[in-house]
């Protein structure tokens, strides 16, 4: 199965609105961390947010905000007022094993957004 | 302060050549990591050093892939007897010990081509 799962390849947005990019995940850890990621043409991986499987409270930083439902294992990334330099490639992520050390992320398949003016 | 660095951008060899890809980390940062990112794909984990040391290598694919981080800063990957499958970005990150457990801070890549 995978570990993580981004059924949207390609997802449109106009200038302004919002947009919801889907995560959902598979683990049968306790302890797990999930991480959105943002690839520009450019090639490098930019950290957006990190909630952790612990955390109460959905996460939040700036523009973006994680939907955190964890009977339903999503994750969804919210971008708030779209800007055209959103347009990239985004990846949900996983890290397990958080109190036993484990540092490895395991990616999705990443869903390009195109912001339209 | 300087970035992920990773050597050289761009790689193109032939089918059964030896490349060395190097990442030089966030300067301080303990953690270094390899990943390697296929066309149309996530990144796939491939190894994690603390220090000098590699704290876990299981997602090599097979022993033609070593890494190595003698001095606990720069690390290299070393690829023998290439094969066109090994053809993709290959990411190199870091993170210090305590922001490791969030965010890993991410390199331009070295895309390699294996002809």
């Known amino acids: 199965a995978q570990k993580i799962t981004q059924t949207q390849p390609g997802m449109f947005v106009q200038e302004k609105e919002a947009v919801t990019l889907d995560c959902t995940y598979d683990?049968?850890?306790?302890?797990?961390?999930l991480f959105w990621y943002k690839q520009p043409s450019s090639g490098e991986m930019i950290f957006l947010i990190y909630q952790g499987s612990y955390d109460q409270q959905n996460a939040t930083e700036g523009r973006y905000s994680l939907n955190f439902q964890k009977a339903r294992k999503s994750a969804n990334l919210v971008i708030s007022a779209s800007q055209l330099g959103d347009s990239a490639m985004y990846f949900c992520?996983?890290?397990?094993?958080?109190?036993?050390?484990?540092?490895?992320?395991?990616f999705g398949s990443g869903t390009r957004l195109q912001v339209q003016p | 302060g300087a970035g992920v660095s990773q050597t050289p951008s761009n790689k193109v060899t032939e089918k059964g050549k030896y490349v060395e890809l190097r990442c030089d980390p966030i300067?301080?940062?303990?953690?270094l990591y390899w990943y390697r990112q296929s066309l149309g794909q996530g990144p796939e984990f491939l190894i994690y050093f603390q220090g000098t040391g590699a704290a876990d290598d299981s997602g090599l694919p097979n022993d033609r892939f070593f890494a190595v981080r003698p001095e606990g800063s720069v690390s290299t990957l070393k690829i023998q007897r290439t094969e066109r499958g090994d053809s993709a970005v290959y990411l190199c990150?870091?993170?210090?010990?305590?922001?490791?457990?969030?965010?890993?801070?991410f390199g331009p890549g070295t895309r390699l081509t294996v002809l």
């Open positions: 300067s301080g940062h303990t953690a």
């Open positions: 990150a870091s993170s210090s010990l305590a922001g490791g457990l969030r965010e890993q801070f």
């Open positions: 683990t049968s850890d306790p302890s797990y961390g």
């Open positions: 992520a996983m890290r397990e094993g958080l109190d036993t050390g484990r540092r490895a992320l395991t």
